[in-house]
């Protein structure tokens, strides 16, 4: 009996002994940085960065990126169509909101972790509470004038009041100021393009047309967004309809995933990829001018 108790307690001030070695053996891998997963990527992903670096570093930098473009470009005074080619990011663009819809595919983004950027009319900003904030903070927002007007059609100081107007209310709301602007239709001409600049904002088309505002189908939405994005696509998509939140969750997002794309904001690709000077002023051609 003497002797079983023996090995038994041996057995426990072994079986201690070794749980204090692998005890401190974690805790020095914890000091010197060796994890047995690997730490979660950042969903900024900005380049050139430590890899210890802060979610808020990284945030400043990016930031930082973004405006940097955006000042050079706003100078050159001419369309944005699509990013860099050089990664495999694609920008989704949704137009006429906020609206019924705008929560709900604010959800499926956040789900997804995906980015998007948000231009919004101007008379619908009083109804809207913290919408434009919500949108902001999942990629961006963007000026789509007070009332939706066809630009070319106004007198300048009429076309100066659909822009500025927006822009200082859209500040307002989203908390932030407003750097992106996209003409209803994608109509604009040279004193559009003056008028955005003087604003000091960069004026944002797309490569890729979903069609919704057409009418189509989900499906259709989506096979036309699968088929035609390409690294650096810009996206049109309106967030005001129903078969484009549908196409959204089950189609468009998955196949962007599945094909290896990431879904980014206007602001992130420029900040990651943005385009050459001479795809800008080849203008939509320039988007196009390397097949992928």
């Given at each position: 009996?003497?002797?079983?108790?023996?090995?038994?307690?041996?057995?426990?001030?072994?079986?201690?002994?070794?749980?204090?070695?692998?005890?401190?053996?974690q805790?020095?891998?914890?000091?010197?940085?060796?994890?047995?997963?690997?730490?979660?990527?950042?969903?900024?992903?900005?380049?050139?960065?430590?890899?210890?670096?802060?979610?808020?570093?990284?945030?400043?930098?990016?930031?930082?990126?973004?405006?940097?473009e955006?000042?050079?470009l706003?100078?050159?005074?001419?369309?944005?169509?699509c990013?860099?080619?050089?990664?495999?990011?694609?920008?989704?663009t949704?137009?006429?909101?906020?609206?019924?819809?705008?929560?709900?595919?604010?959800?499926?983004?956040?789900?997804?972790?995906?980015?998007?950027?948000?231009?919004?009319?101007?008379?619908?900003?009083?109804?809207?509470?913290?919408?434009?904030?919500?949108?902001?903070?999942?990629?961006?927002?963007?000026?789509?004038?007070?009332?939706?007007?066809?630009?070319?059609?106004?007198?300048?100081?009429?076309?100066?009041?659909?822009?500025?107007?927006?822009?200082?209310?859209?500040?307002?709301?989203?908390?932030?100021?407003?750097q992106?602007?996209?003409?209803?239709?994608?109509a604009?001409?040279?004193?559009?393009?003056?008028?955005a600049?003087?604003?000091?904002?960069?004026?944002v088309?797309?490569?890729v047309?979903?069609?919704?505002?057409?009418?189509?189908?989900?499906?259709?939405i989506?096979?036309?967004?699968?088929?035609?994005?390409r690294?650096?696509?810009?996206?049109?998509?309106?967030?005001?309809?129903?078969?484009?939140?549908?196409?959204?969750?089950?189609a468009?997002?998955?196949?962007?995933?599945?094909?290896?794309?990431?879904?980014?904001?206007?602001?992130?690709?420029?900040?990651?990829?943005?385009?050459?000077r001479?795809?800008?002023?080849?203008?939509?051609?320039?988007?196009?001018?390397?097949?992928?």
């Amino acid at each position: 009996m003497k002797r079983v108790l023996k090995i038994l307690i041996l057995t426990l001030v072994a079986a201690g002994a070794t749980a204090v070695i692998v005890l401190e053996a974690q805790r020095a891998a914890t000091r010197s940085g060796h994890r047995e997963q690997p730490p979660s990527v950042n969903v900024w992903r900005v380049p050139r960065q430590e890899p210890g670096a802060s979610p808020s570093v990284r945030a400043r930098v990016y930031r930082s990126n973004s405006q940097a473009e955006i000042r050079t470009l706003v100078q050159l005074g001419l369309p944005l169509y699509c990013g860099g080619d050089r990664r495999r990011d694609v920008a989704l663009t949704f137009d006429d909101g906020p609206g019924p819809y705008t929560p709900l595919a604010l959800r499926i983004l956040r789900h997804d972790r995906a980015r998007a950027t948000f231009f919004l009319v101007g008379r619908n900003l009083s109804a809207a509470g913290r919408l434009p904030r919500a949108e902001r903070a999942l990629g961006a927002v963007g000026d789509h004038t007070w009332t939706h007007a066809f630009l070319p059609g106004l007198p300048l100081r009429a076309m100066d009041a659909q822009l500025a107007e927006t822009q200082t209310a859209l500040a307002h709301s989203s908390g932030a100021p407003v750097q992106l602007f996209r003409p209803p239709y994608g109509a604009h001409t040279t004193a559009v393009d003056a008028e955005a600049r003087r604003l000091g904002m960069l004026e944002v088309l797309w490569s890729v047309d979903s069609r919704d505002w057409a009418g189509a189908s989900w499906h259709r939405i989506a096979d036309t967004v699968e088929r035609d994005a390409r690294p650096g696509s810009i996206v049109l998509l309106h967030e005001n309809h129903g078969q484009t939140i549908r196409a959204l969750k089950f189609a468009i997002l998955p196949a962007l995933r599945r094909r290896g794309f990431t879904p980014v904001s206007v602001t992130q690709l420029l900040a990651l990829d943005p385009p050459t000077r001479t795809q800008i002023r080849q203008g939509l051609k320039g988007c196009f001018s390397r097949d992928s």
